[in-house]
Nanobody, 117 residues
Framework: QVQLVESEGGLVQPGGSLSLSCAATGSILSTLDYDMGWYRQAPGAERAAVAL???????IIADSLKGRFTISRGNAINTARLQMNNLKPEDTAVYFCYCRYGARLSWGQGTQVTVSS
């Protein structure tokens, strides 16, 4: 079983930046390929994909977020980092880290990001 621990989000002014990190633990990760990434869910909206990175360091960013959001591997093993720049009020949401390994999926606890002046 894979467990995920996310860093805290926070309150950011429009135009500001914020970085989220996610650490995955589980011995199974050393035996197979996996993706890590984030979804987000704004109030009254469905959960939407934000970004992912796989074990080959290939990345996918949601089209609407390209140019502002990037995802990378963290310095520690089995970690990922989401860098969010030029944040807008519409980026306000709960951000959920996930890890997909084989046919299984684990989620982090979610963290609130609020963009407001």
């Amino acid at each position: 079983q894979v467990q995920l621990v996310e860093s805290e989000g926070g309150l950011v002014q429009p135009g500001g930046s914020l970085s989220l990190s996610c650490a995955a633990t589980g011995s199974i990760l050393s035996t197979l390929d996996y993706d890590m990434g984030w979804y987000r869910q704004a109030p009254g909206a469905e959960r939407a994909a934000v970004a992912l990175i796989n074990t080959k360091n290939q990345t996918i960013i949601a089209d609407s977020l390209k140019g502002r959001f990037t995802i990378s591997r963290g310095n520690a093993i089995n970690t990922a980092r989401l860098q969010m720049n030029n944040l807008k009020p519409e980026d306000t949401a709960v951000y959920f880290c996930y890890c997909r390994y084989g046919a299984r999926l684990s989620w982090g606890q979610g963290t609130q990001v609020t963009v407001s002046s």
